[in-house]
């Protein structure tokens, strides 16, 4: 509503303009200002016309200025500069203005989208691509977005706009005005009806990217399954196939598109032609002056932008609402009506304990058949319940109710008086936990998805101040998006009874430990980067460890294990990079092939005279692995062990070297990868004689150079070592080691690991790396862990929130027998006070539960371990065995 106010506020403005090029014609240039001899004329003279119907007659409100015909001139000349600053000014206003409120709504509008998606179940969201509801919250209401901003001020702008132009050429002239009127009616008329296909076309090409994508995604998931069965000529032609369709409907979009701007910019300059023709005829006649035809065709040439864009603006609505729908029917699409209802009451947030009463449950699966067909049964909380599958689908279906994760059946479930389908989502995510056949895990470290749980809501803000001051917040407030803020508190240590971060990380260490992944947390931690500012004693106790560590191989007899940075020493267990940077690169031009193209680097060797001594050594590689790999298949074993040169990168060298025995002259581009061989060369690894004792000095003599030049270097490409700090670029255990290890020993890495594993247990640090293990990263979806380690972890976030309720369905899966065994007796241990049920293939591994719950028939029947339980209910005993089909 301002927008558009300020849009009327502009128009007089713009009127103004309009009229101006008339009167520098007629006044000032024609001079009708200076008609009766005059050598002065006013200028910005201000009078006050009263109408007839007020008793007429004008009052001067200021008398202006008086000036000459060349002052006149340039008077209004600015004057004309001076309103198209102005119009300038509110267009700006109103356009950014306009941008602020599209932006605004599209972040409302994602944001409820995201919203519901997180209200779907994920039962419904198995029915659907998720990276075609990705793709239209992230693309396809971009446009609704925009569109927002324009849906009614642009409209008004460019209705008063033209409006105004057009009243303007019917002040000059009746006729030219009807002239101008009659073509835009036309254009008004005509060019939106031609434009309805381009709707249809853009609405079916909208569907193919959207499926495009969709495709992409499902490819991307299966890749395994296209490499395993060689389906890459298919999975080609199949997406080929759908950018055709693409390309061809983007043809018929452009073929019709632009025979609709043929015809409007032909409409657009079929008013010109008359304003010369019939406005010349006038002004031939003496009907019209010279300055009202200026003025007419200077106002026209305002007219079909504003026309333009109005006809744009009605296709892009008619677009738009297009989207919408085809956004709006995605959502509303039966297969997702299943919400997550957001239930906001305060509720009581009690403990789930007390009798668990199933009364009636029915569900069907996909065919029709009853899995569970009016079962119930009763069982007094906390228990620990073993559901015996025996190849069925119903305890996986009843572990499912259970938790929650089904909303769709028949039947009543609740505990004590609470409907336990009715709870609201914040408590039951609190009190109930269930861990699933396939773990889902999120980008980011391992704590980070441990910690899931803890982050239901923030528990203590930020400052009141900075809030305040906050400009998101205001920004929030005026979009729907929550105030919360990721800078807040949001982990609750009294939910789990931790008093800090460093309590919280000792109790996650030790959970892990107890469920069998404290070896790889462990690793993890020694392949880790720790930050010394974040662990400062970390720092100087790993600086601790290695010297205790190098005085245990020097006591062991063990001193040959490791060769130690040195930096007095050249390292032979290292690359000759290494040994000139003697430090770790942390800028990607200085790792890998990018270090010899390096101009601070290859400047700094350059002045130490390395250049020519290490370009002759990767002519040497480069002839020598040439010759050896001639002939070899791409994913030979010698192409990782000489890792100098990869299969791609041999016609390159190959090239060089036939360039190099037709002249003695190599180009820069050659030199520089020639430069770039003997950089990874290792002697002792790669054995091929290169280096010596002179060369060898040489290279350590560099490093001052090399140290000095990149530290003066705009970027900070290497962090170099030192004996008494930690690296925070390297590895944990390379800090530890402060060397690398020999090649010519014998297990020399199981040896090291070995003595690296006494020192660190003896100074006290195995729990401190394994903390810096809680960083490492899982990767998208975990892919990075083995699907023992996801089990685990996924296991542990269940564990970490202490649920009064653990539904575990599947998730030992990945473990042999004597694990899932280990960890179904750690669990019965770590739930003596809350509730445990547990979905097992077979009574096996049902010992030590309380309850066996057996499903047949559609029907349930429980027994506690020895006999029926006290309390417990056997339902329906008498019930008749139904069909092969119907039983789970």
């Known amino acids: 509503m301002i927008v558009c106010a300020v849009v009327l506020a502009s128009q007089p403005f713009y009127f103004l303009s309009l009229d101006l090029p008339r009167q520098i014609v007629n006044q000032a240039i024609q001079g009708e200002a200076f008609k009766d001899g005059n050598a002065t004329a006013p200028f910005l003279k201000l009078t006050w016309h009263w109408p007839d119907w007020l008793g007429g007659g004008s009052t001067p409100l200021f008398e202006g200025f008086q000036l000459s015909r060349v002052g006149l001139l340039l008077g209004l000349s600015c004057l004309f500069l001076l309103f198209v600053i102005i119009n300038g000014a509110f267009k700006y206003w109103i356009n950014v203005a306009k941008g602020v409120l599209g932006e605004r709504m599209l972040r409302r509008l994602r944001f409820d989208l995201f919203t519901m998606v997180l209200r779907f179940t994920p039962d419904a969201l198995r029915t659907v691509k998720s990276s075609e509801t990705a793709t239209i919250i992230k693309d396809e209401v971009e446009p609704i977005g925009g569109f927002i901003g324009d849906a009614f001020i642009t409209p008004v702008f460019l209705s008063m706009q033209a409006l105004t132009a057009l009243f303007f050429i019917m002040v000059q002239n009746v006729w030219l005005g009807l002239m101008a009127l009659a073509v835009v009616a036309i254009q008004l008329i005509i060019i939106p009806r031609l434009?309805?296909?381009?709707?249809?076309?853009?609405?079916?090409?909208?569907?193919?990217?959207?499926?495009?994508?969709?495709r992409v995604g499902e490819v991307l998931d299966g890749i395994e399954v296209v490499h395993v069965h060689n389906a890459y000529d298919w999975e080609r032609a199949e997406i080929g196939n759908r950018l055709f369709t693409l390309y061809d409907l983007r043809v018929r979009i452009y073929n019709r598109k632009f025979v609709v701007?043929?015809?409007?910019?032909?409409?657009?300059?079929?008013?010109?032609?008359?304003?010369?023709?019939?406005?010349?005829?006038?002004?031939?006649?003496?009907?019209?002056?010279?300055?009202?035809?200026?003025?007419v065709i200077s106002a026209y040439r305002e007219l079909p932008p504003p026309l333009k864009e109005l006809i744009d603006w009605d296709q892009q609505r008619l677009d738009v609402q297009v989207k919408y729908d085809q956004v709006t029917q995605h959502f509303a699409d039966e297969r997702l009506a299943p919400l997550i209802e957001a239930r906001l009451a305060e509720v009581q947030d009690e403990p789930l304990t007390g009798l668990l009463v199933a009364e009636g449950l029915r569900v069907t699966d996909p065919h029709g058949g009853m899995v569970l067909d009016g079962a119930s049964f009763r069982l007094e909380l906390p228990v620990h319940v073993a559901m015996i599958a025996n190849g069925g689908a119903a305890a996986s279906v009843m572990a499912r109710i259970i938790a929650r994760r089904m909303p769709g059946f028949g039947g009543q479930i609740r505990i004590g008086n609470r409907d336990l389908m009715q709870l609201p989502t914040s408590i039951a995510g609190r009190r109930i936990a269930y861990a699933g056949l396939d773990p889902i895990l999120f980008p980011g470290s391992i704590r980070e998805n441990l910690i899931y749980g803890l982050r239901a809501r923030p528990v203590q803000n930020a400052e009141d101040a900075r809030r305040k001051a906050d400009r998101r917040i205001a920004e929030a407030i005026r979009t729907g998006n929550p105030l919360d803020d990721i800078a807040d508190q949001w982990i609750d240590y009294?939910?789990?009874?931790?008093?800090?971060?460093?309590?919280?990380d000792h109790v996650l260490v030790e959970l892990l430990n107890r469920i069998g992944m404290g070896n790889e947390i462990y690793l993890f931690g020694l392949a880790g980067w720790i930050d010394p500012e974040r662990y400062p004693h970390v720092a100087e106790r790993?600086?601790?460890?290695?010297?205790?560590?190098?005085?245990?191989?020097?006591?062991?007899?063990?001193?040959?294990?490791?060769?130690?940075?040195?930096?007095?020493?050249?390292?032979?267990?290292?690359?000759i990079a290494e040994n000139l940077l003697f430090g770790v690169p942390v800028a990607d031009e200085f790792m890998g092939r990018s270090l010899a193209s390096n101009s601070d680097f290859s400047g700094a060797i350059d002045r130490a005279g390395l250049t020519d001594d290490l370009v002759s050594m990767g002519l040497q590689i480069a002839e020598t692995m040439t010759e050896i790999f001639e002939g070899l298949p791409p994913g030979h074993s010698l192409f990782e062990q000489f890792s100098f040169i990869g299969a791609d990168e041999l016609p390159d060298f190959e090239a060089i070297l036939r360039r190099r025995r037709r002249t003695e002259a190599l180009g820069r581009e050659d030199r520089t990868k020639l430069l770039s061989l003997p950089l990874d060369y290792i002697e002792a690894r790669h054995r091929l004689g290169l280096l010596d004792d002179e060369l060898k000095l040489r290279l350590v003599r560099a490093r001052a150079l090399v140290r000095e030049t990149l530290e003066n270097a705009?970027?900070?490409?290497?962090?170099?070592?030192?004996?008494?700090?930690?690296?925070?670029?390297?590895p944990v255990r390379d800090n530890l080691l402060f060397g690398r290890v020999s090649y010519r020993v014998a297990n020399a890495r199981q040896r090291v690991a070995e003595a690296i594993s006494t020192v660190v247990r003896e100074l006290g640090l195995r729990e401190d790396i394994e903390r810096i293990g809680l960083d490492h990263q899982v990767g998208t979806a975990g892919r990075l862990l083995t699907s023992q380690e996801r089990a685990s972890i996924n296991l542990a976030r269940c564990l970490v929130k202490k649920p009064d309720i653990l539904v575990i369905d599947g998730a030992l899966a990945p473990f042999d027998e004597t694990r899932s065994q280990q960890m179904i007796d750690l669990l019965i241990d770590l739930f003596e006070q809350q509730s445990l049920f547990m979905v097992l293939p077979n009574d096996r591994q049902a010992d030590n539960f309380d309850i066996l719950m057996r499903f047949r028939d559609g029907q349930i029947t429980t027994e506690e371990r020895g006999g029926p339980a006290p309390g417990v209910r056997n339902t329906k005993p008498e019930a008749a065995p139904r069909i092969a089909g119907e039983v789970a």
């Open 195 to 214: 434009r309805r296909e381009l709707l249809v076309l853009g609405k079916e090409r909208q569907l193919a990217s959207r499926e495009l994508a969709g």
């Open 542 to 575: 790993i600086v601790e460890a290695r010297r205790r560590l190098r005085e245990t191989f020097q006591a062991s007899g063990m001193a040959d294990l490791v060769v130690p940075f040195d930096p007095d020493r050249y390292n032979d267990q290292a690359t």
């Open 714 to 730: 705009e970027v900070r490409g290497v962090e170099f070592y030192d004996q008494e700090r930690v690296c925070a670029a390297a």
């Open 494 to 504: 009294d939910q789990i009874g931790v008093r800090d971060e460093d309590h919280l």
């Open 261 to 295: 701007k043929f015809l409007n910019n032909f409409l657009s300059q079929l008013t010109p032609f008359f304003f010369y023709a019939v406005g010349g005829y006038f002004a031939l006649r003496g009907t019209l002056d010279i300055g009202q035809l200026v003025a």
